[in-house]
């Protein structure tokens, strides 16, 4: 991304800002905002577009509570508190925890002990109990539908009415169900249970004779394990807050994962790869998109105007894959993209390019998304059950008056 789409010169700031630029000094004397040297211009300053972006809202917000809300829930500023997920400077971390160097070594259930608050004993038990249905309930929904979230999304109900504990919701128990729902969903994914983590039973379903790729699998899963309140972690806070129980608000996210808007992404970004053969491919097949007003898929992300970290770990793990074709038509598209486009590749690119070059299914990188992404799922429901809050907003009315 070119260096002016994410910074702005004083007199830009102090435009945006409506401010005069001795007031820009000020709030950036007072820490409000961050400025630095321009390259080649040692006199000049410029300024994070993010923080006047921010700086804006706070603004805004001040003189008009109400419309300040209601843009709160499309990319605007924060709607409620969380302790679970900091985005910060193109970083994230769960709590507190920088989620890159997690990814390193944790594995999912590590990550979800630490979003669920379990300590290391707890820990151990919470990841010994089962699937909560049996092998032969298991048979019967796989049999029902060869779309597999499909069948999660159906066997969630069926196992909440079965498992009545799971309508405890006091933080160990919820952290039990919790447990028992990560089980549930990998399984029915992973197509058995078996003891050992997420990521070695699906890299038994998905590439039994190739152990290693374990470890890609177990890094994709802790990046995908939450990023703060998309609309699936808000949906399951919704669902909570209104006391539904843990299996109810993995449904309710998953739900809202499926929109096409939100999961599946990066099953676009494998269709538009294998239209690659050649550079020329590559810069054609994104030009004519743009041409034809479409988006690209798997590029940009509004919380990482220079580059999404997800992306960058999961492009290592492709590059060092050993699958030069595949990697091959990955690079070109990358080189085209940043002739073409002003947005770096994002989670979804990062997924289909391990995906591609790991040669797994090509309904890997929406599984891996949502059997991670259920760790987190549950940590938002917990702080809405601690909360003991309904999650109610009122909407403002835009319709005709009554009477007419």
Known sequence: MPDNSYYLTAAQAAAALGVTRATLYAYTSRGQLRSESTPGRSKERRYHREDVDRLRERKETRRDPAKAAARGLHWGGPVLESGITLIHDGRFF????????????ATLEDVAALLWEADAHEQERLFEQRCPLS????ISLRSL???????????????AALDIASFDLSPRAVRLTGARILRLVTTLLAGHDSPGPAHRMLQARWAPRRPAIAETIRTALVLCADHELNVSAFTARCAASAGASPYQAVCAALAAFRGYRHGGAAER?????????????????????????????????????????????????????????EWKRIRQVLRASSE?????????????????????PDTA????????????????????????ELIRPRARYTGPSPGQ
């Open 145 to 159: 539908t060869t779309d597999s979230l499909a069948g999660v999304q159906a066997a969630l109900p069926i196992a």
């Open 94 to 105: 769960y709590r507190g925890h920088d989620v890159l160097a997690l990814a390193q070594s």
């Open 340 to 360: 073409l486009l002003h947005d770096r590749p994002n989670v979804d690119f990062g997924l289909a390019a391990v995906t591609a070059v790991y040669r797994l």
């Open 135 to 138: 092998r032969r309930q298991l």
């Open 269 to 325: 970004v494998l269709a538009l790869l294998r239209n690659v053969h050649t550079p020329g491919d590559a810069r054609a097949l994104l030009a004519e998109r743009l041409k034809r007003g479409e988006g690209i898929p798997g590029f940009g992300h509004r919380l990482y105007p220079s580059g999404d970290p997800r992306a960058v770990a999961l492009l290592r793990l492709a590059e060092a894959g050993g699958n030069d074709k």
């Open 365 to 388: 990188p929406t599984l891996l998304f949502a059997v991670g992404r259920t760790a987190g799922w549950i940590a938002h429901a917990m702080e809405e059950y601690a909360s003991g």
